[in-house]
């Protein structure tokens, strides 16, 4: 292993820098890139990435957990109680009914908190990340847009009973 | 001032402004610069551009969503000052975190420093004029920043630290791919070095540029790779260790020099030294299984009181001083930046030097404007 010894004191010939240049050119040239070829080919993403927030819409209870734990608030939801009448059960049952659930991707700084307090398995990280807008306002995904990323959420992260 | 004939040859002082805007300037700092012709006589950094108030937003933040500031402050080196934060928050409310969890961490902040480094061993090249390196280094990165993605989820902002330990353990056979990652880095680094280390054109640029002598890297509160450059022989990872570093035997790079050179060696040397620590750790983690991080109660809240940690980051050493009434947000969170004490020395570096001189020096000092400015 290199410790805290100085090298500098073999300095190569003048001029031989020049010609290991053009080798290395050379070298260079024939070798294959590193580069990986993006839109042609899709980059493979670890299932941790955090690319996208997805929203399975059947588990949000709108509880609010996520929206107040967000350190800069881009998630906005709105509900409204909704009773319904269960079959075989004594009394009416009261439910929360999503009427809106935003996420702001142009204040979102991916920090992955809503997606770990989220108690009912209704958030969920998806690897995609090619979802840039020309205008910022399309940057704000409703329920809807947030559902369609479900379908590329890994299935190691999704919990029994979700497709 | 003169004018007519003499006005050509009357000598006068121009002030001239690097920044906050020049490419050179990797970020927002900007230099006030006085020069004579093509002398430097007077340097005054004006930092401030990028400030957004880390410190007092932390005062309203609980610690997971402090995790994504102190890893946004400086972003070469994420890990480290998550950890940073992490580690305070657990001395003042006393939880020992798992093991596993330790040597997790340790061998993530290596990694991480070897990020950092090559960063610098890419950027520093192509600021005075070497374009390769730069492609050298960021093909060594991918190889890390897969294996950083795949563990955390981030390939820049972690997000991985959280008090009492991580927040999750590594995806199974992730030892083994970080290994392999570490191996091709450190084979990847052979062509860099060989690139630089006897480089004529380097060398002519940076050897004898920029001299900081150890008495005055000292009294600016110079630390980490800049300081060691300079003879100041200081690692926080050996003289106070923290995590399990007393553990490891942390071999402390060091130079006499203290120039431009002498720095850009510290940091190309000091990769080796973190592969070898990296992979180190990661022998000790394959051997040590259990849980990663210690059950907290839902709203944590540290104890009241106040505690200062200080680690070696990447870029030198960074303290977080805590003080806790007892909330879930800190009352105070005060950081102690490497980067903010590093550039206090450029106002006397850089007097007496010529301006292309001024770019190998700033260059040279390796700090991150967001670590400046926080």
Known sequence: MRGAVCHDECMRLPGSGLVSGLVATARTAARRAVTSQYPEHEPDLPERSRGVIALHEPNCTSCMLCARECPDWCIYIDSHKETVEVEGAARPRQVNVLDRFDIDFSLCMYCGICVDVCPFDALFWAPDFAYAEGDIRDLLHDKGHLGEWMANVPDGAKPEGVE | ?374
Not at chain 2, 171 to 180: N, Q
Not at chain 2, 231 to 255: C, N, S, T
Not at chain 2, 274 to 292: K, N
């Open chain 2, 1 to 374: 001032m003169t004018v007519g004939v003499g006005a050509g040859t009357e000598p006068t002082d121009m002030v001239l402004n690097i920044g906050p805007q020049h490419p050179s300037t990797h970020g927002v700092l900007r230099l006030l610069l006085r020069v004579d012709g093509e002398r430097v006589t007077e340097c005054e950094p004006v930092v401030g551009y990028m400030h957004r108030g880390a410190e007092k937003l932390y005062e309203v933040r609980d610690f997971r969503q402090i995790m994504l500031l102190a890893n946004r402050h400086d972003w070469l080196s994420a890990f480290s000052s998550e950890l940073g934060v992490a580690l305070a928050a657990e001395r003042l409310a006393g939880i020992e975190v798992p093991e596993r969890a330790v040597w997790l961490r340790m061998a993530l902040a290596e990694m991480n420093r070897v990020l950092n480094h090559l960063m610098f061993l890419g950027s520093y090249p192509l600021e005075i004029g070497a374009i390769t390196p730069m492609f050298y280094a960021f093909t060594e990165r991918e190889r890390l920043q897969a294996v950083m993605e795949e563990a955390s989820g981030g390939r820049v902002h972690y997000m991985y630290n959280c008090v009492g330990g991580l927040k999750s353990d590594v995806p199974s056979g992730w030892e083994g791919r970080a290994r392999r990652a570490l191996d091709e880095v450190e084979h990847g680094m052979v062509r860099l070095d060989k690139m630089l280390r006897h480089n004529e054109i380097f060398a002519a640029r940076t050897k004898g540029v920029g001299v900081l002598d150890a008495a005055t890297a000292a009294a600016f509160g110079v630390t980490g790779p800049v300081a060691r450059a300079s003879g100041l022989d200081f690692d926080l990872r050996r003289d106070e260790p923290y995590l399990a570093y007393p553990e490891l035997d942390v071999p402390v790079v060091l130079r006499a020099e203290g120039d431009c050179h002498a720095r850009f060696m510290v940091l190309l040397d000091q990769v080796q030294v973190s592969i070898d620590l990296a992979r180190q750790c990661l022998e000790r983690l394959a051997g040590t299984p259990g849980p990663v991080n210690v059950k907290l109660p839902k709203i944590f809240k540290p104890p009241v009181g106040e505690t200062y940690v200080w680690t070696e980051n990447p870029l030198g050493a960074n303290g977080y001083y805590l003080v806790s009434r007892g909330e879930k947000t800190p009352w105070r969170l005060k950081l102690r930046t490497a980067s903010y004490a590093n550039v206090q020395a450029l106002a006397t570096l850089m007097t007496g030097c010529l301006i292309p001189d001024m770019i190998a020096i700033l260059g040279s000092m390796f700090f991150v404007v967001g670590d400046i400015d926080k």
